[in-house]
């Protein structure tokens, strides 16, 4: 596996490319797959923070941006989503909120929230990364991947990435 460089944004931001395109060079087979970011709903309940919350929720950018991590229960092999909360603020001060799941309203089977990694770059925003699985309905398998993200707070938009394989 691919050393990730933590000191420095642009590096790991580059390394995290280069570690998506050798994951995707030596997994095989790719699966085409999806990741949707989408506005909060009923995934984002409180209720839906994963226990203990000290482990499953982190703050970036001075407090101003917050990642938990979500369990809806069902369905089980898509129960896992992942909550944003950030800048930019509406007319009122209320910050954005997204879910980013798998497809639609279905999660995936796992994320790996005590393995988050950030980093900054000014020109892009804040970066993401994080293992997990996606469940493979063909076998009832867990897929192992990495999901990406990069949240620009300026405008709001979240850009995401995942590699997948078996």
């Given at each position: 596996?691919?050393?990730?460089?933590?000191?420095?944004?642009?590096?790991?931001?580059?390394?995290?490319?280069?570690?998506l395109a050798v994951f995707a060079m030596t997994v095989t087979?790719?699966?085409?797959?999806?990741?949707?970011?989408?506005?909060?709903?009923?995934?984002?309940?409180?209720?839906?923070?994963?226990?203990?919350?000290?482990?499953?929720?982190?703050?970036?950018?001075?407090?101003?941006?917050?990642?938990?991590?979500?369990?809806?229960?069902?369905?089980?092999?898509?129960?896992?989503?992942?909550?944003?909360?950030?800048?930019?603020?509406?007319?009122?001060?209320?910050?954005?909120?997204?879910?980013?799941?798998?497809f639609g309203s279905v999660g995936f089977t796992g994320l790996?929230?005590?393995?988050?990694?950030?980093?900054?770059d000014p020109s892009t925003g804040l970066t993401f990364v994080?293992?997990?699985?996606?469940?493979?309905?063909?076998?009832?398998?867990?897929?192992?991947?990495?999901?990406?993200?990069?949240?620009?707070?300026?405008?709001?938009?979240?850009?995401?990435?995942?590699?997948?394989?078996?």
């Amino acid at each position: 596996m691919m050393k990730r460089e933590q000191n420095s944004s642009k590096g790991f931001s580059m390394n995290f490319r280069k570690f998506l395109a050798v994951f995707a060079m030596t997994v095989t087979p790719m699966l085409a797959t999806a990741q949707e970011v989408g506005e909060c709903d009923w995934r984002s309940s409180a209720r839906n923070i994963g226990e203990p919350w000290a482990d499953n929720t982190r703050t970036f950018s001075n407090g101003k941006t917050r990642l938990a991590l979500l369990d809806t229960i069902e369905p089980a092999a898509g129960s896992i989503h992942l909550l944003i909360i950030s800048p930019p603020y509406d007319e009122l001060g209320s910050p954005q909120c997204k879910v980013i799941s798998h497809f639609g309203s279905v999660g995936f089977t796992g994320l790996e929230f005590s393995q988050l990694e950030a980093s900054y770059d000014p020109s892009t925003g804040l970066t993401f990364v994080l293992p997990g699985a996606i469940y493979n309905p063909d076998n009832g398998s867990n897929i192992p991947m990495f999901l990406g993200l990069t949240l620009n707070q300026a405008t709001g938009v979240i850009t995401t990435e995942m590699a997948v394989g078996e």
